[in-house]
């Protein structure tokens, strides 16, 4: 079996270019057919591409640096951070939504890092940390944005069963039970779907990337349902973090629904 993609990395850079055909073939359909893309297109692909280089760079530092567990934990936080201010700018009329995301964020993608870890499904290496890292805190991201979401439509939609409920002496917690059950099942629904299509409809990205690097198939396969186990159970952690941590944010002292509901 052939060992990875077959050409280095400055011949990478020809290729690369030569398949920007591309990207000039998707400009010039969008402006024939005045589809509008072409402009966002563009900048997305180049801001995207940038982000892209600077994280090589910084992976090529990295793995070469004898101290590398130093600056790893800087990134893991900044993971952490920046997922959380962006879940946060999602619930925008939620106040101080970061309360809810950073904290949920950060459980949902450690605790799965940390059973990873100790299960040796990930070696303590940067090249497995970081990728790890990135997709364990990009999914909880994503997941805890869906459920806050949706808990805020739920308490939006059905306020007046919600004051009911309080009236007749429920709590908060008893009050959103329902509600947040719904939400953490909604925010986990893509992932479930994705699941059930693995290796059918589409061949997911780790064991791809795998398989062009040269490794098994069955061994890629392997390491793909680790990934998902992964990304559910952050998921799941990160979703019944949202619903609990919503609480305090939904109800005010006096266990009354807030004025920003």
């Known amino acids: 079996m052939s060992e990875g993609i077959p050409y280095t990395w400055d011949e990478g850079l020809i290729i690369l270019a030569s398949v920007m055909?591309?990207?000039?073939?998707?400009?010039?359909?969008?402006?024939?057919?005045?589809?509008?893309?072409?402009?966002?297109?563009?900048?997305?692909?180049?801001?995207?591409?940038?982000?892209?280089a600077f994280t090589a760079l910084l992976l090529n530092f990295l793995f070469?640096?004898?101290?590398?567990?130093?600056?790893?934990?800087?990134?893991?936080?900044?993971?952490?951070?920046?997922?959380?201010?962006?879940?946060?700018?999602?619930?925008?009329?939620?106040?101080?939504?970061?309360?809810?995301?950073?904290?949920s964020i950060m459980a949902g993608g450690s605790?799965?890092?940390?059973?990873?870890?100790?299960?040796r499904a990930m070696p303590l290496r940067p090249q497995f940390i970081i990728p790890l890292a990135g997709m364990a805190?990009?999914?909880?991201?994503?997941?805890?944005?869906?459920a806050l979401n949706r808990l805020i439509?739920?308490?939006?939609?059905?306020?007046?069963?919600?004051?009911?409920?309080?009236?007749?002496?429920?709590?908060?917690?008893?009050?959103?039970?329902?509600?947040?059950?719904?939400?953490?099942?909604?925010?986990l629904i893509p992932n479930i779907d994705s699941l059930k299509t693995l290796g059918i409809i589409f061949i997911p990205g780790a064991m791809a990337g795998l398989l062009i690097a040269g490794t098994?198939?069955?061994?890629?396969?392997?390491?793909?349902?680790?990934?998902?186990?992964?990304?559910?159970?952050?998921?799941?952690?990160?979703?019944?973090?949202v619903v609990t941590l919503a609480r305090k944010l939904l109800f005010t002292r006096s266990m009354q629904l807030s004025d920003w509901v």
């Not at 966002?40 to 591409?49: L, S």
């Not at 790893?72 to 936080?77: A, E, P, R, S, V």
């Not at 605790?111 to 299960?119: C, E, F």
């Open 21 to 52: 055909v591309l990207l000039v073939l998707v400009i010039l359909i969008s402006i024939w057919r005045k589809i509008g893309i072409a402009k966002e297109y563009t900048y997305a692909m180049i801001k995207g591409g940038s982000q892209l």
């Open 64 to 103: 070469d640096f004898e101290y590398w567990y130093l600056p790893i934990w800087i990134l893991i936080g900044a993971m952490a951070i920046i997922g959380g201010y962006t879940s946060a700018r999602r619930a925008s009329r939620m106040p101080n939504a970061h309360r809810i995301t950073t904290p």
């Open 111 to 119: 605790l799965v890092l940390v059973v990873l870890a100790l299960t």
């Open 137 to 146: 805190f990009g999914n909880s991201m994503t997941i805890c944005s869906l």
């Open 153 to 187: 439509r739920e308490f939006e939609t059905n306020r007046p069963a919600l004051e009911t409920m309080l009236s007749l002496g429920a709590g908060p917690k008893d009050a959103m039970e329902q509600y947040a059950r719904m939400s953490v099942k909604a925010a």
């Open 216 to 241: 098994n198939p069955i061994l890629a396969a392997e390491y793909q349902i680790i990934v998902y186990l992964m990304i559910v159970g952050g998921g799941v952690i990160t979703s019944l973090m």
